[in-house]
């Protein structure tokens, strides 16, 4: 099921969104729809990254452990490289 939705968009953006379209040989309403949804798309992906994030901040806080930056650079220094070395594993921090 679809809805309709009524946007009003300044003449300048209308006319920069025709032309777009009429390049990416699609209709305007097509375009509209495919970078709404790639917006949408976007925002998704940078929610699960922000819920990522706060849920290995949460185990670093809750077991002390980490994996300290010379080691997790020098791991991927060398996955650059081609190499396949193994996984820097996480650890308390010594004070």
């Known amino acids: ?3 309709t939705t009524t946007i009003r968009l300044p003449e300048e ?10 390049r990416a040989g699609k209709t305007t309403h097509s375009f509209i729809l495919e ?7 976007i925002e998704e992906q940078r929610a699960g990254f922000d819920a990522e ?3 290995r901040f949460t185990k670093i806080v809750a077991t002390g452990k980490t994996i ?3 080691e997790m650079r020098q791991y991927l220094e060398a996955r650059l490289a081609g190499q396949q070395p193994p996984r820097p594993v996480a650890k308390k921090k010594r004070d």
Do not use: F, G, V, Y
């Open 1 to 3: 099921m679809s809805t």
């Open 13 to 22: 953006l209308t006319a920069r969104i025709a032309s777009a379209a009429e």
């Open 35 to 41: 970078a709404i949804t790639e917006k949408a798309e």
């Open 53 to 55: 994030a706060d849920a």
């Open 68 to 70: 300290p930056w010379s």
